[in-house]
């Protein structure tokens, strides 16, 4: 996202010229609107992008593809996803250089602030945990992955003989129990706390080599940790600022936490995760807000799929998942009713969808190690920021939520 590098730099030069330069309170105050305005702006810009990038999902042209714009991530596919992590990425260092950047301390510990940003640092350690059980629930993703290159090697040999198809069953029925949650070899969770031992994601990266070791630091704990229960915490006083306080910081405080929010959202709705019966699809953003619109949008159009797919077993709304998961009814079927030798034309229509399922397989061995890595990345990003914003705080001496 070009475009996303470009607004990073010039809003993050920006903040540091203002904060270096000595001027009066109106003219800090007028500036700190400008560049409260700029941050709605980039924030609308980057989520419509997302938005527009989801709407482009029919065949380009035979002139379009052969052009590299033409090129579109389908809608919740793993690239999508990684350019969401990346928008947020952008965001949140925007944020914190309009937060704490060269910035007197005392200004963020007045009211309202010295409620919103204990609250928002509160979702923080929420947001870590969801970090951690998607990077789980990649795994379950992996092993599907697996399952489904098994099919692959088994049926694109021809001519299609008994031995064949009866392995490419045994793994179709074992794909079909992992992405409903029922396969206890490959789909199982592994709950992870993120946060309050330190030193546990500094022994974890010690270990990174290869995605084998991409796995967050677990240990056992309760098995009755639900996402669905953890992105409705992140909700609980997510309100938006009204009157005076919507055009000061309580704004981009907000702003943030919505972004963080929808990111997690999205997360668990698109990757496997532990218990995400009930998951809410309520967004507490009023409609009105134009920085909002295209994330609103977003939302409706997820939440939409959700509502679908919710009561249709654990498999998620992963693009390529969807994508291993109807092709692996149809060649199912095919593997029930087989007999030597097949008819020609199903032979077509399976060679046809094995190619889908292998290129599949293909886009998720490319995708989901650089995924990974991105949600560690975002991970860490914010058990840093949250520690800076803490030593800020902490050094007035005025907080008035308690921080968890």
């Not at 970090?131 to 092993?143: D, F, K, P, Q």
């Not at 031992?197 to 084998?212: E, F, I, P, V, Y």
């Amino acid at each position: 996202m070009p475009a996303t590098t470009e607004y990073q730099g010039s809003f993050l030069g920006r903040i540091s010229i203002r904060r270096n330069q000595v001027m009066n309170m109106d003219g800090n105050h007028d500036q700190e609107l400008e560049d409260i305005e700029l941050f709605q702006r980039h924030i609308a810009d980057r989520f419509a992008d997302l938005l527009s990038s989801s709407q482009q999902q029919q065949p380009p042209s035979s002139e379009e593809a052969s052009t590299p714009a033409a090129a579109v991530d389908p809608f919740l596919s793993i690239n999508w996803l990684r350019k969401l992590l990346d928008v947020f990425l952008c965001c949140e260092a925007e944020f914190k250089a309009m937060l704490i950047m060269g910035r007197d301390p005392s200004q963020i510990s007045k009211p309202p602030l010295d409620r919103l940003i204990p609250e928002m640092l509160d979702r923080a350690v929420k947001a870590l945990d969801i970090c951690n059980a998607v990077t789980n629930g990649i795994e379950t993703v992996r092993h599907c992955q697996n399952l489904a290159e098994i099919v692959v090697t088994a049926l694109e040999q021809k001519p299609f003989c008994d031995g064949q198809v009866k392995r490419a069953k045994k793994a179709l029925s074992s794909l079909m129990m992992a992405m409903t949650g029922e396969d206890k070899e490959g789909g199982s969770y592994t709950r992870t706390w993120s946060f309050g031992r330190r030193g546990s994601a500094a022994a974890a990266s010690n270990k990174d080599r290869g995605h084998l070791h991409l796995r967050s630091h677990t240990w056992s704990v309760s098995k009755n940790w639900s996402a669905a229960k953890q992105i409705q915490a992140m909700t609980a006083n997510l309100q938006a600022p009204r009157g005076n306080e919507a055009s000061g910081l309580a704004s981009p405080v907000f702003i943030m936490s919505t972004v963080i929010v929808f990111l997690m959202w999205t997360m668990v709705a698109a990757i496997p995760c532990q218990e995400r019966n009930g998951l809410a699809t309520h967004f507490p953003v009023p409609k009105q807000l134009v920085w909002a619109q295209s994330m609103i949008a977003l939302h409706e159009k997820i939440g939409e799929e959700w509502k679908k797919k919710e009561k249709k077993g654990s498999v998620g709304l992963l693009d390529e998942m969807q994508t291993l998961e109807k092709s692996a009814h149809s060649l199912i079927e095919f593997a029930d009713n087989f007999q030597f030798p097949a008819e020609e034309e199903r032979v077509e229509e399976v060679a046809a969808q094995v190619a889908e399922v292998a290129d599949t397989c293909r886009k998720m061995a490319e995708g989901l190690v650089p995924l990974q890595l991105q949600i560690r990345e975002v991970f860490h990003r914010i058990v840093r920021s949250r520690t800076e914003i803490l030593d800020v705080l902490e050094s007035t001496g005025k907080v008035s939520a308690p921080i968890v």
